[in-house]
């Protein structure tokens, strides 16, 4: 049972990343998934989930910049992040579970993606 995040790099100021997590060793279909993320010297924050008809929620800072695409073909999500700004620097995880899940404290995790967005 595992979750593998991906596409994480350096940008500048208003260019796009797509992060992807791969998932396995569970029914994904059964499951939502989110993405959170940690900034330096901060705690985790959630920024998204995506139920299983592909239908996803967002934290206000991101919601006109970030999209989710889920495939259930390939147990996937994937997190398209435009205009990505200097707050937005954190290491990125995905989470089987919604928003609930996660303010619980009980899920699993990944290991992370670090995005860095630096000029």
């Known amino acids: 049972v595992q979750l593998v995040e991906s596409g994480g790099g350096l940008v500048q100021p208003g260019e796009s990343l797509r992060l992807s997590c791969a998932a396995s060793?569970?029914?994904?279909?059964?499951?939502?998934i989110s993405w959170v993320r940690q900034a330096p010297g901060k705690g985790l924050e959630w920024v998204s989930d995506?139920?299983?008809?592909?239908?996803?929620t967002y934290i206000d800072s991101v919601k006109d910049r970030f999209t989710l695409f889920r495939d259930n073909d390939n147990n996937r999500v994937d997190l398209q992040m435009n205009n990505l700004q200097p707050e937005d620097t954190a290491r990125y995880y995905c989470?089987?579970?919604?928003?609930?899940?996660?303010?619980?404290?009980?899920?699993?995790r990944g290991q992370g993606t670090q995005v860095t967005v630096s000029s």
């Open positions: 060793g569970f029914s994904f279909i059964n499951w939502y």
């Open positions: 995506v139920d299983n008809t592909g239908t996803g």
């Open positions: 989470v089987r579970g919604g928003r609930n899940t996660f303010l619980q404290g009980t899920y699993l």
